[in-house]
């Protein structure tokens, strides 16, 4: 059950940074305005407090393998968003994210 916890937190914390920042380039790149940055930058907040409900303490840990996750989901929120398609070097390096994630986040550690 943590492991399914933590794996929901990441998926809610990703959605509130990717989308924070796609809200922000939304409102400076396309020319949506302020009340778009002001969405991102308040998503971007929500991330930063979701990400310290994970079970695990190290924060480091934690965000070194969210990184993966940042990967993963940035490569998902461009398919649906902006029409992206990703060639098979872009799965492949997200995949490898993913796994690194996993590892990171959930290997058997000794006392740790």
Avoid at 60 to 78: K, P
């Amino acid at each position: 059950m943590p492991i399914l916890r933590s794996a929901a937190l990441f998926v809610v914390a990703a959605f509130f940074e990717i989308g924070g920042a796609w809200l922000i380039w939304q409102g400076v790149r396309e020319h949506r305005g302020w009340l778009w940055m002001t969405g991102g930058v308040l998503a971007l907040g929500a991330y930063g407090f979701v990400a310290t409900f994970q079970p695990d303490a190290h924060f480091g840990r934690i965000l070194a393998a969210y990184g993966g996750i940042f990967v993963a989901g940035s490569i998902l929120w461009g398919m649906v968003a902006d029409g992206y398609r990703p060639d098979r070097w872009d799965v492949t390096g997200m995949l490898i994210c993913l796994a690194g994630m996993a590892v990171i986040m959930w290997a058997p550690r000794n006392g740790a």
